[in-house]
């Protein structure tokens, strides 16, 4: 199946399950990421990836952006964003060929997004074309697991629970596929290696919980 066509499937219990499956630690984990950005009155954020949009929620709790607009290619995912904050743009893209003039952004945030994109060279270009010099990327990810807590849970504990908790709550094929994609996605050092090779220069790195997710700060100098 699709990517688009899966998460437009699941996105009316995509929150739910969020909280559900990550034990409410994704709301943490999200406003830990917009804890580590560098602060920007004003900003225009893009929310790369952005689905129901918690992610951008959780960024204007604390600062005053100008402009959040919420990117993703599953128009379903952006219609449960529509409904919580009236004040966010949504833009159905591609995070691969953004509709956005080069320079215009200031943040681009991107939460558990990019391990769905097939080609991640090609969105951190596309990252790096839109974001103005001086802006910064945040990326909030489930990577490969490389140390022993982390590869306990993503290789023996999440293949039991996490379909079986999907199957109960909506699609259980599209959480096979969350575990698949985490354990063939790349570790936060190759995925830094990308990002610089695109222009980046990286911020710094930080394991949440354990190196369950990771946070991944990158700025357009
Ligand atoms: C796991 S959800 C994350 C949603 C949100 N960022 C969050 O923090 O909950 C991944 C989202 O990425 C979107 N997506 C995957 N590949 C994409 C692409 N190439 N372009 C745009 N959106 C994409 C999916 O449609 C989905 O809404």
New binding site residues.
Partial sequence: MQ??TM??KIHKR?DLL?RLMSAGR?IAW?KACCKRLPKKEKAIVL?????????SIAYKKNENPQLCIV????DK?LSVAAKKDPDLKLIQ????QIPLANNSVDIIL????MR???SLDL?FNEAFRVLKQGGYFAT?EFFKPEKNISKLFYEKIAPLIIPFAGMMLSKRNAYRYLVLSILNFITPKEYAAKARAAGFTLRSINALDGGLAHIILLEKK
């Fill in positions: 990517v688009r998460f437009n995509y969020n994704d999200r929310d790369l990836c952005g689905g129901t949009g918690d992610f990117g993703d290619f599953a995912m893209m591609d995070a691969t991107n939460g558990f997004g769905n994109i097939s969105a909030l």
